[in-house]
């Protein structure tokens, strides 16, 4: 005869007595509840068919903040320009192929570095090194990305078109960088921050290299600001696959080096302000920028993983405050 009813201990009740019920226990249904409360939320991504997951990953379109430090640069540029209805239109643009731009560099770089990947802990996982794509199946999701891109930017004026085009360069040069040179965060910089270059031009028609080029050198000193910190996360791996960095290279003057870098930032964002004449909203408002960044450099502990990360993933607080002066001291013109 088969047992209608099986006997289930639960520890919380043990020195008492025995609850008796059918197929499940009571702390199996307690704990039930707890890992459903527990749980963390399902994301977008999350929800996505389980096949278009490493391409997701392959992108980093679940890691939003690196697609908003190269968005900004270019926000910033096509903000000092004008505030209008255009601006917003501009921002959508640029918005959608810094998307697609990011996702393709990304693509890119985990194509060039997939063997360097599998020997470091925190890339070993990557679509590529980890086999879950082949090499064709990235190269083809690279070039959707670049032709979804080239789509977007059509869309602007042709000055624009031409400076967008030749971005192709250092997007594939960069990967290389590490191999040859402490300074691959320069060249990350280069490549991240075209889009100063083109905002401007995008939002008025013409190059003007009195605003766009000190623009594009304050956005290369944050990048080296808060690309040095995130490099620090690996320094131990990039030591036995030999591959170079900035962190590498600054090791324990590495504060010192950040402050130069947030200095030159805010210069170069000064002289971009008196050459478009901003008003005094947007002078203030780069001393707290200043302030933020002080706190960044003070703060962060470069020998631990999480300070790094979470210093890192601040930087998008940066960038909206630069922003945002801009668009304050748009409205006091």
Not at 115 to 130: C, G, H, W
Not at 184 to 189: T, Y
Not at 211 to 230: E, G, M
């Amino acid at each position: 005869m088969i047992p209608l009813l099986r006997y289930n201990v639960c520890s919380l009740f043990s020195r008492s007595t025995t609850f008796r019920l059918s197929n499940i226990s009571v702390c199996h249904l307690s704990s039930t509840k707890r890992n459903a409360k527990s749980s963390p939320p399902r994301s977008v991504f999350d929800r996505l068919p389980k096949a278009l997951h490493p391409y997701v990953r392959l992108s980093r379109l679940d890691k939003p903040t690196g697609s908003w430090v190269i968005f900004l640069p270019g926000a910033w540029s096509i903000a000092l320009a004008e505030t209008s209805l255009n601006t917003l239109s501009l921002l959508g643009l640029f918005g959608i192929g810094t998307i697609l731009m990011r996702g393709a560099g990304c693509t890119i770089n985990d194509l060039w570095d997939r063997e360097y990947d599998r020997r470091v802990e925190r890339t070993k996982a990557r679509p590529l090194a980890s086999g879950q794509l082949s090499t064709r199946q990235g190269v083809i999701w690279l070039i959707a990305q670049l032709s979804l891109g080239f789509l977007v930017l059509i869309q602007l004026n042709l000055p624009t078109i031409g400076i967008g085009v030749l971005s192709l360069i250092p997007v594939f040069i960069y990967p290389l960088m590490k191999r040859y040179t402490y300074w691959p965060q320069f060249f990350l910089g280069v490549t991240l921050n075209w889009g100063t270059l083109m905002g401007f031009t995008a939002a008025t028609g013409q190059i003007y290299p009195a605003v766009i080029f000190p623009l594009y050198f304050a956005s290369i000193c944050w990048t080296l600001h808060y690309d040095t910190i995130y490099a620090h996360q690996d320094k131990q791996d990039d030591l036995l696959i030999g591959v170079k960095s900035t962190a590498l290279l600054f090791e324990k003057d590495s504060k010192l080096w950040l402050r130069a870098f947030s200095v030159g930032m805010l210069t170069h964002l000064i002289t971009v302000g008196f050459c478009v004449d901003q008003t005094w909203p947007y002078y203030l408002g780069l001393v707290g920028v200043g302030c933020h960044l002080w706190r960044q450099i003070e703060n962060v502990n470069l020998q631990d993983n999480q300070s790094c990360w979470k210093t890192f993933v601040s930087n998008r607080t940066t960038g909206l405050m630069v922003l945002a002066c801009i668009f304050v001291g748009n409205l006091f013109k």
